[in-house]
């Protein structure tokens, strides 16, 4: 360049610059450019991943806090907690796999990935997949046949305000999305264990933006339960219908045909996941009974001080989840392919990495929670400083132990995690019953700080130590 050459015209602009890293090339190329090193492969994809999930998230928080303005006001608030309760039924049976898909799915499909197993891959998917189907369509016979003798208006306890052919079609639309989510629940699992969970997340976000979209033309049109259940289910029903196609095209040596059924595919699931739904439903013991122990002790003006202070305060244990989740199929690989060195050091630098993002975020949360909480839910939710105390430490407890579960997850370590989460759940429901009249919500929060503390940390870090003590073995020899 000479004296006289402008900068301008010298060389590319900032502006350009970073058109050329936002392009659609070269995102192509970060999301699909492998690397050779099959360890570093590894953390790339949990990395992209863990970046994906927390804009999914995001999403759907955005989606959770635009529903209660764009609707309560024209549904009234009878058929707003209608619209509420069948949402909760909604997000819990997304959750009802009977054990066939999950994390039991994630295991088997990355250990045959791990061993280049492809026919035994289609295997695992298609008895999964056609067992799940089977499941959906004994379903979907049963709720025909027994809802015109369900009394929903009794189960809601809605007054003449709502009608009953309004109720009733919420209902019926509430039991064909639940129906169909049987087989397609299988997406993820199969994302996740070949590493691919952006992917998974990049069509969440799809189905959460087009969610988004019909809420707002539904609540602008003044429309019903119905109309609500089809805005955010059956947009999200609908494109989990085209992931489908979308995932057996790219995944093509899996695709389901049911003459790769086998029974041994079904009961190794089914085994494997049943464990894997005991911990599922003690969780539910640990993170969602305090609702309805503070409603029935403390009295439903509590609930709010407790809710609204354990989302925020909880936060930092909920990213970290979402950053580390990505490694379960990433250890089951490695497990496969003998790969012990590989699982030491992710798993360390796991820890490392929950601490170092995790600890200083609850920090400041913990510093800065009362003030918040009075500007976003104001005064009447805001916690004593005790409250927030033990919060923290419970929420500090999850974070250090995070990566110990996702990598019992991965190694398939079931039973001592299956333990721990249980006897962390007696003990939460236990101390809450017997503290709560005593010390309040503290009391609740401090019996849960100290209930994961004495289950998850004696039994979740001796079983590590051993699964470091044998890696460490396996190395050496």
Known sequence: MSDFDSPEFSSPSRFAVLKSYLSAGKIKAILTKSSANRGIERYRRAGITASSSFIAKALNILISFLSVPLTVHYLGAERYGVWLTISSLLTWMSMTDFGLAGNALVNVLAEASGKEDKVGAQQYTSSAFWALSGVSAISGIVSVAFFRYVPWRAVFRVSEATSTHELQ??????????VLAFPLSIQFSIYSAYQDGFLANVWSIAGNALSLAALVVVSRTHGGLAQLVLALSGTRCLVSIANVFFLFRRYHWITPVPSAVRWQCVKRLFSLGSKYLVTQLASLGIYQSQPIIITQMLGPAKVVIFVVAYKIIAL???????????????????????????????????????????????????????PVIRIWAGAVAV??????????????????????GQMMV????????????????????????????????TGIAFGMAVSKLVTFWPIQVREVNHILREARATTVA
């Open 383 to 404: 916690p004593r400083v005790s409250l927030i105390f033990w919060l923290s430490i419970y929420t500090f407890i999850g974070i250090l132990l995070m990566a110990a």
């Open 169 to 178: 079609m919420a209902c019926a639309l509430t039991l064909l999305f639940f």
């Open 410 to 441: 991965g190694l398939e370590r079931v039973n001592p995690l299956a333990v721990s989460v249980t006897l962390c759940a007696i003990g939460v429901i236990g101390s809450a019953i017997l503290l709560a009249p005593r010390w309040g919500l």
């Open 316 to 370: 930092p244990m909920d990213l970290v989840f979402m950053a580390t989740q990505p490694f379960v199929s990433a250890f089951g690989e490695a497990k496969a392919r003998h790969d012990w060195q590989w699982i030491q050091g992710a798993y360390r630098n796991a820890v490392k990495a929950s601490l170092v993002v995790g600890l200083p975020l609850m920090v400041v949360i913990g510093l800065t929670a009362k």
